[in-house]
Nanobody
Framework: QVMLIESGGGLVQPGGSLKLSCVIS????????MGWFRQAPGKERDWVGA????????YYADSVKGRFTISRDNAENTVYLQMNSLNAEDTAVYYC????????????????????WGQGTQVTVSS
């Protein structure tokens, strides 16, 4: 059984940083691309970014480019989302997701491209 478990969410002040983790079990992690999404209250789920199997290529949504960084440690079956310069608009539940195939940014931004999802972790940016 494939399981994705996010952690690291919490309350952070504007301008602060937070690092999310997503541990995957039940798969050969290094064979799969990973994505991060988020959903703010009352809004649709938005794509944050994605990383390929080896961690050598990443894509980001324009809203987070330059502030967020996705990385992975295949030995630890973990993908990370480092978030810097956080603002209130970043408040959301953050989800990691696994995709069988790596593709262009437009495809990786489509949540239908992903097969498995975590339960999400809440990030709240507030003073």
């Amino acid at each position: 059984q494939v399981m994705l478990i996010e952690s690291g969410g919490g309350l952070v002040q504007p301008g602060g940083s937070l690092k999310l983790s997503c541990v995957i079990s039940g798969r050969t992690f290094s064979n799969y691309a990973m994505g991060w999404f988020r959903q703010a209250p009352g809004k649709e789920r938005d794509w944050v970014g994605a990383i390929n199997w080896t961690g050598t290529t990443t894509y980001y949504a324009d809203s987070v480019k330059g502030r967020f960084t996705i990385s992975r440690d295949n030995a630890e079956n973990t993908v990370y989302l480092q978030m810097n310069s956080l603002n209130a608009e970043d408040t959301a539940v953050y989800y990691c997701a696994e995709a069988q195939y790596w593709a262009g940014a437009q495809t990786m931004s489509n949540d239908r491209h992903y097969d498995y999802w975590g339960q999400g972790t809440q990030v709240t940016v507030s003073s």
